[in-house]
């Protein structure tokens, strides 16, 4: 191979894959080919995929946001595709089917009754979980995932500076380099939203995989078997039209390129199907990972962070708790917004967290704050937050228990 050509594979082996280049090639922890398989396969795919597509969108579309905002697009056409097939096919089929029951209820078994309720529930249900799944989506991409304050309380009790912005953050808040600036209770920078997952949009987020989840499960399961339904019936129109018209000459070139258009939109339509099988579990394992952090009061950098502490405390024979983890209850109401930290810790509160009053309210507030499109005000303001912090009687049964096992 000559020298230039070397030198250029090089160069732009620097530029578009740095860390495949200059990661080392050994079983070492911070080597590509580890003696883990899932870690191997994750650095190649970060190394040899991920990392030039985001270089490439660096240097020659405008920057890494623009990969975000044209993943953004593809989610969007892939949402509205399935509210086409939704009102082209299924919807179509499910009002035919119970008209065609109502003409022939007394010459055929199906009962008319049935496929009304049965297309009364494909309707709302369908309708409920699009609205559900735009609303939230679309909340998470566009709602600033929180900015941190330029005058902070002088009574916070940790600040930190950031070494890029040169500017006093509180705890929680962490820099996104792709953004520029601080987030507070930044959990990740998502391109799937080109934006932060942070503080204001973490429930949309969260609640935005979760009805993704439900409504993936929803179309491959039920809208899958009406979908193949009605292709089969779509296919037997077709050919029969075709053999009655196969003599005739007044067939024309248009009823032609409809019949064949009608096909390939049908056969886009099967590819999106066949898409959402790798889809679809991909989003539901996602949002199991955020149900498992949020159980445990922590971000997705928060984890890295206590697993390196844990390990600290435990050479040294010592237990590591998490400070922002309050219970498994505590910490998913103080996520989705159910209730303040002043309505339940305060002490002329009157809300008792152990009586039926609070369940039956919790219950309210979690029917019309999470099946609902709402966005209620953010609870917690980012800057202090409720710490959990074990007194020396925990501390000293947690040791003795440690002990006897």
Sequence with gaps: MPKKTLYLLQSWTRVFCPHFYYFPFNSSSNGIFTSKPFECIRNLSIFL???????????????????????????????????????????????????????????????????????????????????????????????????????LPSNLPSVTICARCVRPRPIRAHHCVVCGECVLRMDHHCPWIANCVGLHSHRHFYLALCFMSVGGLYMLTVGRWEFQVHITEFERELSTSEKVNAGSKSITSWSHFGQSYYRRLHRVSSCCFIFGLIAIPLVMVLCMWQSILVSRGETSIEHHTNIRFTQQFERRGLIYHNPFDCGLLLNWIQFLNLFSPMEIHHPSSKINVHSLYFYSLLSWRMLSRILLPLAPSDIETGVTYRLNIPDAQTVLDSLSALDCE
């Design 49 to 151: 995929f991920f990392d030039p597509l985001l270089n490439f969108f660096a240097f020659f579309l405008g920057g890494r946001r623009n990969f975000g905002r044209t993943l953004v697009i593809l989610v969007t056409a892939y949402l509205v595709w399935f509210v086409l097939i939704l009102y082209m096919c299924l919807i179509p089929r499910r009002y035919i089917a119970w008209k065609q029951c109502a003409i022939l209820q007394h010459a055929t078994k199906c009962e008319a009754n049935t496929e009304r309720f049965w297309f009364i529930c494909h309707l709302l249900l369908s309708h409920w979980l699009l609205f559900l799944v735009f609303f939230h989506y679309f909340c998470a991409v566009f709602k600033h995932a929180g900015r941190v304050p330029l005058i």
